[in-house]
């Protein structure tokens, strides 16, 4: 009963990392527009995503354009469009395996062992995945702090920590949540199977060998 729940509780956290994850790689708020010192144009913010740059007017018209050129990305947004798919890819697979390992799944008939190997496998998937994910989130975070307390670069150019990163770094918790939870199931029913197999052999005593004694000496006597 505990187990079912464990499951389920992992799953949903999971797909709740996956889809943020989804969520992440395809929202443009990544870089917002600061407004700090001279910059007090207020009714006009900047988004900057991994796809594509918004231009977004007194939260009434908002104008939206997909970069030309994966050249024409900064180095870490560039390296964070792979990472971001790969940490997506990863998502999904490992959710995927996980409710092919649920034990309420009879996908597939094999036994509650190989299933416990494919929990196992969907608790790594989950962990790896949530890794991949905070890689580019924390890279993109560091290098916006970097430049907005950089004197030498320009306030226009100067941006803050977007939406999706902070989305990023929730969906990277649930994912590393749910493959801790899938591991940790796995490692309970472990030691559940390891203590059953080690269970200790009741051997007679000696008062049952006496007993045994008795009774075939009486045995004897009855034939004589």
Wanted: charged residues 10%; hydrophobic residues 45%.
């Amino acid at each position: 009963m505990v187990g079912g729940v464990l499951q389920i509780a992992g799953l949903l956290v999971g797909g709740i990392g996956m889809i943020g994850t989804f969520a992440v790689t395809g929202m443009p708020q990544w870089r917002v527009s600061a407004f700090i010192e001279n910059n007090i144009i207020v009714f006009e913010t900047i988004w900057e995503g991994l796809w594509m740059h918004c231009i977004r007017q007194a939260n009434i018209r908002m104008q939206c354009k997909v970069y030309d050129s994966v050249l024409a990305l900064s180095p870490d947004l560039q390296a964070s469009r792979g990472l971001m798919c790969a940490g997506s890819v990863l998502s999904f697979l490992s959710f995927v395996v996980a409710i092919i390992g649920m034990k309420c799944t009879r996908c597939v008939k094999s036994s509650w062992q190989a299933k416990g190997y494919i929990i196992l496998t969907a608790g790594l998937l989950f962990i790896l995945s949530g890794a991949v994910e905070l890689i580019p989130v924390c890279w993109v975070a560091n290098s916006i702090i970097s430049d907005f307390y950089n004197p030498m670069i320009n306030v226009a150019q100067k941006r803050e920590l977007g939406e999706a990163l902070y989305l990023g770094w929730a969906a990277a918790f649930c994912l590393i949540a749910a493959g801790a939870i899938f591991c940790g199931f796995y490692h309970c029913c472990e030691k559940t199977r390891s203590y059953g197999y080690s269970a200790p052999t009741h051997y007679p005593t000696h008062s049952q060998h006496s007993l045994s004694k008795t009774e075939s000496s009486y045995s004897k006597s009855q034939y004589v």
